[in-house]
């Protein structure tokens, strides 16, 4: 066990729709990650919150947006969902700025119907 | 940007050793991760490498050489609960909280 928590660990969705992904990162832990992976597309890194402000950005679409609020849990907002949003959803926190120390919840798996 | 390299699949037997190897051309370099991920679960960190050398952990070792942008996994002694997918990732040098991931080696252990 990570420490870091996700959810829910599975969403099934219609295309069009928004859904919310939660995020509570490792006691302790001011930096939180978003990553994606799909079949086709490996890993990929979508944005970093430290400390409730926006810290790195990656590959993330306009139809996405996070945040990170006071109690340092963070959430993903994914709206006007295509069948090409299906993939499993990592966040990650780690104490510092630095990912060197970041470790990853379980994800939630998302199923865009 | 960064573009990353590692062989697709990889098959070994178990108690052998295998070396998974990753190449990469950046406009950036601060630093290389290793994850191991089993399938359908979360990445968990195996090592970093920010200078050029060996580090060993235990069974795993991992090289970096930052003037020819190789690395390499070194994993001895293999075993079945090894079988899981090997993901090299750069660190971008601007920002310490971003890292592009190589697409995964699938590393099979054969009895």
């Known amino acids: 066990d990570s420490g870091v928590t996700q959810t829910p660990k599975h969403l099934i969705t219609a295309t069009g729709q928004r859904v919310t992904l939660r995020c509570s990162p490792r006691s302790g832990d001011l930096s939180v990650y978003w990553y994606q992976q799909s079949l086709d597309q490996g890993l990929q890194f979508l944005i970093q919150?430290?400390?409730?402000?926006?810290?790195a950005k990656g590959n993330i679409l306009e139809r996405f947006s996070a945040q990170q609020f006071p109690d340092l849990h963070s959430e993903l907002n994914l709206s006007s969902l295509e069948l090409g949003d299906s993939a499993l959803y990592f966040c990650?926190?780690?104490?510092?700025?630095?990912?060197?120390?970041?470790?990853f919840g379980q994800g939630t798996r998302l199923t865009v119907v | 940007g960064q573009n990353i390299d590692q062989p697709t699949e990889m098959t070994a037997t178990e108690g052998a050793i295998v070396q998974i190897n990753c190449t990469y051309q950046?406009?950036?370099?601060?630093?290389l991760f290793w994850y191991q991920q089993h399938a359908g679960e979360a990445p968990t960190f195996l090592s970093y490498n920010v200078l050029d050398g060996l580090e060993e952990k235990g069974r795993f070792s991992s090289f970096l050489s930052r003037s020819k942008g190789y690395s390499y996994l070194l994993l001895k002694e293999l075993q079945m609960k090894d079988s899981a997918s090997y993901l090299c990732?750069?660190?971008?040098?601007?920002?310490?909280?971003?890292?592009?991931f190589g697409d995964g080696t699938t590393l099979t252990v054969k009895p």
């Open positions: 919150y430290y400390n409730g402000e926006e810290r």
């Open positions: 990732a750069v660190r971008d040098e601007g920002n310490a909280g971003k890292s592009t």
């Open positions: 990650a926190s780690s104490p510092r700025r630095s990912n060197t120390e970041a470790f």
């Open positions: 950046t406009s950036g370099f601060n630093g």
